[in-house]
């Protein structure tokens, strides 16, 4: 075996891919948190599904995003890894531990919370990434007036198709731009008026948020970074950015749209 | 001094290793609690020998919290209810009258248990052995003034230095891992002078030990810092961490 | 038989590095052909067992505890003593071989004495090297203080936990040696017999404490650094498993048994709170650098202090009795251990003891908190402060320490000369189990020293003297020697596991310890040690009677292992005895109370007394037969020692 093998086949280097994975999950997740934003514009989801084209067809994303998925698959299968090896290093186990006394819940449950997400990133993506990519979903057809980008007009196309997911036209006679895009937006409005459904994403960012606040903090003493100076940075960043902010912002989305 | 305690105790009798074990409960009466808590282990063990019964068996030695022998999980906490203390320094006063006291050996698949509370701990001492020197021979060594070493390093090496191998660590981790124990040495010799020319060889030879004797994971729970009776820092786990990173991805020693 | 010391000829200064020339050698090629069996794995055994496997040796190294990095050396607090100077104030060779010397009231040897003092400078760089974390100055060098019955800072430290350390250093030396395959390990296993073949020592006897295995080993020489036996006292600062056994065993295989009644009470540990205690718990020494130690100054106001009526808080300045500072103004708090210890024991036979039992003194840091702020003591003495805490649920910030003195090493031991041979050919003694350079009082932070020099700086040298006279020729294990001692091992286990009395074994070690502690304690009288002589003799024959020894012997069997070292004990307290009542002096440890000056101090007969008494073993229940050897001072001059 490689040197390079033997330290992914050890148990610190396996820690080291479930907090690499972890980071560049993070790092995933405040873009797509960004992009999301394009959700609370009231532009009837124009940009929003301009955000969801480019995101899908930009080739340097689209490499980045394949690194994606193989990063949350990794990360899990070695959560399970980790985790299957971890009970073989305790086959009897105490009648009574009293975890609670010396260490948080989250950091102990790590794997519940992970499941719970990964529960969570199937439906999510089966509901609009499978979707956007392979159902017949309708067109939206935006009508922008030029000299004021805040007059739009919208009407829907049935699905075609024929049509491009995304199309532009400059029509500088009427004075209007003309997008055509596959309507993301649309999928996502309807989805959340199911008040079940946005009750699962709360619950999935709320598991989001206790997988964070120990899971940030947590790669960085995996991979040796705890420079006294630095570590109280990471711990307010773990805490109040992916601990509390992100998750925040992404349940807002759901609640956004069931009570709108 | 306030008045003697009575107790119930449930404690775990396992003949040998190749037997399977059970609790077995037992009433430990008149407990003073100026007693420490393997002295009331004396006085139940005095009666059952009377009785014709078996004594628990538990290790101990120094009685006095730096030998590392004595264990003990009393409910479910190893070295008991408080902190920065082993079980010998544990006293009959952080309990009350008519309490129960659930006492369980050391669970690790590498501390396979001896009989009743007494654990096979010898995996501490390989993964010492793999590499947890100074690679230096008695005699023709510099004196000891030659390297002046800064105080705070110094004294950061005798922190990590402090552990007495008990096995507290790997007893309160969920999953049974070492990492505290073997990075509390690793950082000890890397943060000192004396132990820079091995310093990469060691890290990757005592975790490669580690990880043969069958300890998990460690998932930065912090439950072996706070269970620690010498509180030896998790910073420790890092450092070693960083090290072990270095030695194999940047460094490409081998071990 | 004539007690040879071995003692060099020439000037004390000379008389190391010549003997070492001296010395025969073993040729590097042919030292992997010799086996050196080393038992115990403390700062003596460790380091030699490290030593001696780095110089090319096999060595098959014992313990009976689970790992030999839990040996008892691993408990000593304070520091350790090296003649450096780092400090500029005077420390030599010669004057800690003088300290050392007079500390030990003049019953140690010089020769033996110089050459630790000489060597003491040697282990500091060892341990440095190894990576110890001694105490530094801010300057990144090395810390020193003072300790008890000297008047220089030359005891290195590493906060309160020294000894750990130390221990931890060379067993990191151990395990780099394990890990070459130079050393074999056998934990869990005690040492129950030596074998002798010819006279000469080829292998021990020991048992699997997990299986309960019978095994013999065979070997060129055979090391004991087994510890002291102060546990012959029931109570004592010791780890409870520390015994006599193995060195004991090769007192009755034929080694002499040195000086065995000096035995020294620390005088600053936690007193007794009941009967249930198991053991003491020391406070270290480095503590009266700080801390005053003082009683009430009327019996009555001690009455009132222990019947709860006043607090020790409310006592006004001049109804303290600063006992040693009054007494002893130029050493004050740090007399040597064994003036403190009496002290303290005369203030509590006066009736000015404190505490709910009466049984204690103070040991007050009100000043020094003063003096100093709270954060400095904390810095200095925290985790001492804290265990105690622990244990009497008092803070010693707010109130003084309550004290008393505990026993805590043996000076005496088996018998050696300069080489460390006992009367024993190929057997050795290393550390405290042997008698040779404490006298009658040890000094603190000398233990670790000589622990390390017997082990890391003497013994590779004269070992190699004695392999290399006898040869490499290979030891068979099945000389029928190993196979009789084997037998009597085999019959002594079944002996004891066929006591089912009605007394625990516990029982029976209290009782002696009872017996040890009041009549061969800080003070011995000609009567009292007869009247114990006589109780010791009962109580061993009736522990052959009415003990109660469960278990069998294939398995990890606790209560076997404690009967076995309890029925040494109680051979060897009579011992004890013997001795003290044959040193009709008083020296050191050894008080006898018919022997002591005006002043109450121990008085010496240095005519008549000034010879480490050997004692051979003649057969069970026979009085043993005293060998004398002459002490010879030519470098010191005898005086009554004086602290004042």
Redesign the interface.
Known sequence: MSNFAKTFSSSLGKKLVMALTGLFLCTFLIVHLVGNLQLFKDDAGQAFNAYAYFMTHFTPIKVVSYLLYASIIIHAIYALIISLGNKKARPIGYAVQAGNQNSPWTSRNMGILGTILLVFIVVHMGDFWWKYHNADLPYAKYEISLDNPNDIQVSELPYDANRLVHSEITDLQAGKRIVVSKDLYKIVNNAFQTWWYVLLYVIAMSALSFHLIHGFRSAFQTIGWNNSRYLPLVRFIGVWVFGVLVPLAFAAMPLYFFFK | ?SKNMNLTL?VWRQ??ADTKGK?VTYQAGHV?P???F???L??VN?DL??K????I?F???????????CSL?I???PHG?KH??TTC?L?M?SFNDNDTV?I?PW????FPV??DL?V???A??RI????????????G?????A?????VI??E??NS??C??CGACVA?C????AMLFVSAKVS??AL?P??QPERYHRVQAM??Q??AE??????????CE??CPKEIS??N?????????TA??IK?E?A | MKLDAKIPEGPLAEKWSKHKFNLKLVNPANKRKYTVIVVGTGLAGASAAASLAALGYNVKAFCYQDSPRRAHSIAAQGGINAAKNYQNDGDSVHRLFYDTIKGGDYRAREGNVYRLAEVSVNIIDQCVAQGVPFAREYGGLLDNRSFGGSQVSRTFYARGQTGQQLLLGAYSALNRQINLGKVQMFTRHEMMDVVKIEGEAKGIVTRDLITGEIETHAAHAVLLCTGGYGNVFYLSTNAMGCNVTAAWKAHKRGAFFANPCFTQIHPTCIPVSGDHQSKLTLMSESLRNDGRVWAPKTVELAQKLRSGEIKVTDLKEEDRDYFLERKYPAFGNLVPRDVASRNAKEMVDEGRGVGASGIAVYLDFAEAIGRLGEDAVRARYGNLFDMYQQITDENPYKQPMRIYPAVHYTMGGLWVDYNLQTTVKGLYCLGEANFSDHGANRLGASALMQGLADGYFVIPYTLGDYLATIGPKAVDVKHPSFEEAKKNVVDRVNQLLSLKGTKTVNEYHRELGHIMWEYCGMARTEAGLTKAKGMIRELREDFWKNALVSGSNNEFNQSLENAGRVADFLELGELMIDDALDRKESCGGHFRLESQTEEGEALRDDENYAYAAAWEYKGDDQDEVLHKEELVFENVKLSQRSYK
Request: proline share 3%; with cysteine; aromatic share 6%.
């Open positions: 001094m449930k003949k040998n609790f003073s100026d007693m420490s393997l002295e009331m004396d006085v005095e020998t009377k014709g019964d078996d004594p068996h290790d101990h030695d120094c009685r006095e919290g730096i030998c590392g022998a999980h409910n479910g906490r209810p920065g203390i320094q006293h006063r659930v369980e669970r690790a698949e590498a001896i009989r007494a096979d701990r010898g501490f001492d010492q052995a793999a590499g947890g020197f100074v690679s230096v021979n008695t005699g060594v510099p004196d000891a003034n390297i002046a070493i800064p105080k110094a004294d090496a005798f230095a402090t007495i191998g309160a969920k999953n049974a891992s000890q010799l000192l004396q132990g975790v490669a580690m990880d069958g300890f998990g994971s460690c998932t930065n729970t912090g439950a706070a269970e998790i910073t786990i890092a450092r070693m961490n960083r090290d072990y990173f194999k991805l490409q081998e």
